[in-house]
């Protein structure tokens, strides 16, 4: 009988899980998220969809899979959520001034260091979805970081 042998990307694809979801897995169970904190983690992967202009489809496929993994509990749907998402998101990319008040308010929907640390993989694996991490993106990583760490 053969030896089946399977690597963690293989089994992220078999389970069509992005890594950074997978690790939260039997092991290592997802935070329970309330719905503000899903929201939060939503907001700032739009934040990093939109900072270099280049939409991928990896990258809205890494959304929907995480929606799809750590749920979507509100009366509206995650559709209408989105739209006003992508236009807050958006409204940041001119003025660094709203960018730093989008980042404290997303940080402050995040209060426990689990949530937190989910929202950040969740940037850093968006981030690097579609094969490179450029300056733009790192800097804006640095300044998620930040805002999380100063909550």
Known sequence: MPVRVTTF??????????PALMRFG???KLPRLSQKEREAIIDLLHLC????????????????DT????????QSSFSSYEVKSIAAAR????SPAAKAEFLSEAAERLPSNASRTLALDLCKQLLAADGS??????VLLDD???ALNNK
């Open 9 to 18: 990307r293989a089994e992220c694809l078999a389970r069509q899980t992005h």
């Open 133 to 138: 991490i450029v300056e733009n993106e790192t």
């Open 144 to 146: 998620i970081r930040t």
């Open 26 to 28: 039997k092991a290592n």
């Open 49 to 64: 969809l939109y900072v270099d202009s280049h939409i991928t489809l990896k990258e809205a496929e890494f959304i929907a």
């Open 67 to 74: 929606v799809e993994r750590i749920g979507w509990d509100t």
């Open 91 to 94: 409204a940041t990319n001119d």
